[in-house]
């Protein structure tokens, strides 16, 4: 009973943690145009491409170059990150796999 109680306690106490993660941060300064990125062909059969995307590191857009990857199972789906504006400024939406 002692260990169900602690883990309902603990699970209460980082759920607005989680909800913050959720949100991200917003940029009030749009994103840079994407950079081209030229890249050769796959390192391995099936591999995907991960492209490139500028994030916000407190204080301005840094590039994030992209590259291979093998997805994690058969037919799945790399969504990549991309910005959004949303109501006060920019938040980016982190690239996962569908």
């Known amino acids: 009973m ?58 301005r857009y840094v590039w994030v170059h992209g590259y291979w990857v093998r997805p994690p199972r058969p037919g799945a789906v790399w969504v990549a990150h991309h910005w959004v504006h949303r109501h006060d400024g920019w938040v980016l939406i982190e690239g996962h796999w569908r």
Not at 12 to 26: D, F, I, K, M
């Open 2 to 59: 002692k260990k169900t109680v602690l883990a309902f306690l603990l699970a209460l106490s980082l759920a607005p943690a989680a909800a913050l993660a959720q949100v991200g941060v917003v940029v009030r300064v749009g994103p840079p145009a994407p950079i081209v990125e030229h890249y050769g062909p796959p390192p391995h059969p099936g591999y995907v491409w991960f492209a490139g995307y500028h994030r916000w590191d407190g204080a």
